[in-house]
């Protein structure tokens, strides 16, 4: 199983970036593809959540802090999940990272938590500058 992350860069604030998350030796299907961004100074086992996309059925959970200005969605044919960041501000600045995890999942479970998903990517850096 492998995930790679892409898309990472600097802009300036109230820019927008699109990272990518491509997926390869599994099967797409029944799964839950999360975004994870690291605390300064702190690696992976850091990570914020951000955001959750399930390949079963679409289903979607976004955490508070980017709700409204980040969008997940994914394309089941290029295995591949995109986070869409619109409005980014310093804050924003991490480094980010994919993560899968094998399952069924709709709105009412679907995963949030770092310790529930499986495989991760090396992350992509982002930088927010003022």
């Known amino acids: 199983v492998q995930l790679v992350e892409s898309g990472g860069g600097r802009v300036q604030t109230g820019g927008s970036l699109r990272l990518s998350c491509e997926a390869s030796?599994?099967?797409?299907?029944?799964?839950?593809i999360g975004w994870f961004r690291q605390a300064p100074g702190q690696g992976r086992e850091g990570a914020s959540w951000?955001?959750?996309?399930?390949?079963?059925?679409?289903?979607?959970s976004y955490a508070d802090s980017v709700k409204g200005r980040f969008t997940i969605s994914g394309d089941n044919a290029k295995y591949t999940v995109y986070l869409q960041m619109n409005g980014l501000k310093p804050e924003d600045t991490s480094v980010y990272f994919c993560?899968?995890?094998?399952?069924?999942?709709?709105?009412?479970?679907?995963?949030?938590?770092?310790?529930?998903?499986?495989?991760w990517g090396q992350g992509t850096p982002v930088t927010v500058s003022s």
């Open positions: 993560a899968a995890v094998s399952g069924t999942y709709f709105h009412f479970n679907i995963p949030t938590r770092r310790g529930l998903f499986d495989f």
């Open positions: 951000i955001a959750t996309f399930s390949t079963t059925n679409n289903e979607t």
């Open positions: 030796g599994f099967t797409f299907d029944n799964y839950a």
